[in-house]
């Protein structure tokens, strides 16, 4: 069993497997940065009975005020606990690993991370919010990682804000691109990605603390431009299945940087909602029907201050392999 978060933002799993026979497993949750007990924490012991199955015993329980939990009369069988809290956030594994009934007398110990509240406000020029802007934050010393594995993108309200807990450290923020069905969207609009406080140069932007039990804010100003689009065709006889991009040098994937619309009749593709910028272009097409596996194709796009007409993908833009 993966245990995975499903209420709001600020919780924590803390899970530890183990082999439980008939009796208990008891252990503390104390806060990791303080060491004081956590009260009131939920502590969930899922003991598989029959895995093979899916079914187990799931016992919770509460600390008390001085961080302690247990669980008695455990079935026999391999489990796990997890412990979670309001305002903490990162998982946390405490004396995992335990496999022989001899070391369940030995206590669990589960040092929860407090976490602080960022909360991003992106405005235009107007000071207006920005309703659907995604906002990437990257921890520092992680710049180099695609922004899923810092935290996931996110689009921000209507009200132009996200609101997000985090672990001690320093952030970098960037608002990248608008996301779909929003106004500037709706307009024709985009923007060049802004970083915090108001930049579209990385090495001027600022890194801004976040600290446990404390909020803070950033205000990321951006300034709408209009925006462009690609139209291409097919030069061969195909039809065409897909067509998507990203800024070259960029492989995140779970940002929304122009919005493809294919007509797979005409062979004919749009991509809109573009800033000026080296593009890498992404087709697939199916060569022949029926349809067996798409081939790809791969053309560098360098957009400036107008739009592209009649690009042609043509057979010297298949990849290699394909």
């Known amino acids: 069993m993966s245990p995975s978060c499903r209420f709001v933002a600020a919780c924590i799993w803390a899970y530890s497997t183990m082999a439980a026979q ?5 252990g503390t949750v104390i806060d990791s940065e303080t060491g004081k007990p956590i009260p009131q924490a939920r502590v969930t012991a899922m003991i598989w009975t029959d895995r093979r199955e899916g079914y187990g015993d799931v016992r919770v329980a509460f600390t008390s005020d001085d961080g302690r939990f247990r669980f008695a009369g455990l079935p026999k069988g391999e489990g796990e606990v997890r412990a979670e809290r309001a305002g903490y956030g990162t998982e946390v594994r405490a004396d995992h690993g335990r496999s022989r009934s001899d070391d369940l007398s030995v206590p669990l110990t589960f040092r929860l991370t407090p976490k602080g509240v960022l909360t991003v406000r992106a405005i235009d020029d107007s000071g207006l919010p920005v309703d659907g802007a995604q906002v990437a934050i990257v921890r520092r010393g992680e710049e180099n990682l695609p922004y899923a594995i810092n935290l996931s993108v996110a689009s ?3 009200d132009g804000t996200r609101r997000v807990l985090l672990a001690r450290g320093s952030y970098r923020i960037v608002v990248v691109s608008p996301g779909t069905g929003n106004l500037l969207r709706a307009r024709d609009q985009t923007f060049l990605p802004t970083y915090y406080p108001g930049t579209t140069i990385v090495g001027q932007s600022d890194w801004i603390d976040v600290v446990p039990g404390k909020e803070v804010e950033a205000v990321v100003p951006i300034t709408p431009i209009p ?3 690609i139209r291409g ?5 195909g039809t065409l299945i897909q067509a998507s991009i990203l800024p070259a040098g960029n492989e995140d994937y779970y940002v929304t940087w122009g919005l493809p619309q294919v007509s797979k009749g005409s062979g004919e593709f749009r991509v809109s909602g573009l800033t000026p910028g080296v593009y890498v272009l992404d087709v697939n097409a199916c060569l022949a029907l029926p349809c067996i596996a798409a081939t790809g194709f791969r053309k560098i796009v360098q957009i400036t201050d107008s739009d592209i007409d009649n690009l042609v993908i043509s057979e010297a833009d298949r990849l290699s392999g394909n």
Do not use: H, K, N
């Open 233 to 237: 065709r097919l030069g061969f006889a």
């Open 156 to 158: 921000v309200d209507r």
């Open 22 to 26: 008939q009796g208990e497993i008891a």
């Open 227 to 229: 925006a462009r689009q």
